[in-house]
């Protein structure tokens, strides 16, 4: 049984969602990383009662309200024209307007462009509510079985070989995991640089996390780098060791 602070704090979170029924409200939520069905109940009850859904990827979030049966006007952020793209959805919350920023997977500001939309309903003194769930991050990190009280993450590895080294050679020296999102590409080039400058360090590569393709290997980077032969994996997590927990 839930005790009185408790009580208290699911009425505050009630009334931020219908006490403010004159007032815009922009929702914050995550949505599956692979899996569709790995979208919360509140998630799905939030989406179908938004007036707009603001999408990194339109295409893809209209699969994903297809699979649960949503009807809603879906309206496209980023990743261009991000400033009037902002601006749009500004005007429609200060007339009132319910809506629902997605990205395309996991949780919404994760490497994603959504933080301007953010910080300028705030600016605005427009509610932000969060809707939490799937992250691509946690879930990779649940899977390596590191030290994961601390970590640091890197966003998208760059596609630059210089750049690629830099960002591991500075991975290498830390005493906490390094994670960082690959392409099939960059992940390769990083493995290359990790058999050179650490062949000893472990190293784990998630890929397509939920998906029913998934595969998590760990092990030293050569190792990692024969286990990836064949696999065609689009999102790729690694995750490297700590200097502490190798």
């Known amino acids: 049984m839930p005790g009185k602070r408790s009580q208290q704090n699911l009425s505050a979170t009630t009334g931020s969602e219908t006490g403010l029924a004159r007032s ?61 793209k902002v601006e749009v959805l500004l005007q429609r919350l200060r007339q009132g307007a319910t809506v629902a920023l997605v990205s395309d997977c996991g949780s919404p500001l994760i490497a994603d462009p959504g933080h301007l939309l953010v910080a300028a309903a705030h600016a605005n003194h427009i509610p932000v509510i969060p809707v939490p769930g799937p ?31 830099r960002c591991l050679t500075n991975a290498l020296k830390r005493d906490v995991p390094t994670m960082v999102f690959c392409t099939a590409t960059s ?52 995750i490297v060791a700590g200097e502490k927990g190798r």
């Open 24 to 84: 815009g409200r922009l929702y914050v939520v995550a949505v599956p990383i692979g899996d569709p069905d790995d979208l919360t109940i509140r998630a799905i009850r939030i989406l179908k009662t938004v007036d707009i859904i603001a999408s990194e990827d339109p295409q893809v979030t209209q699969r994903l309200l297809s699979h649960h049966q949503i009807e809603r006007r879906v309206i496209s952020y980023g990743p261009y024209n991000l400033k009037e």
């Open 135 to 165: 992250s691509a991050v946690i879930a990779a990190l649940s899977t390596t079985g590191l030290p994961c009280d601390s970590f640091f993450f890197l966003g998208h590895l760059p596609n630059n070989p210089a750049r690629i080294l």
């Open 187 to 238: 992940v390769v080039c990083a493995l290359r640089v990790l058999i050179r400058l650490a062949p000893r360090r472990r190293i784990v590569v998630a890929c397509d996390l939920t998906r029913a393709n998934e595969r998590i290997l760990s092990g030293t980077a050569r190792r990692i780098s024969q286990d990836l032969t064949g696999i065609q994996g689009q999102d790729m997590t690694l």
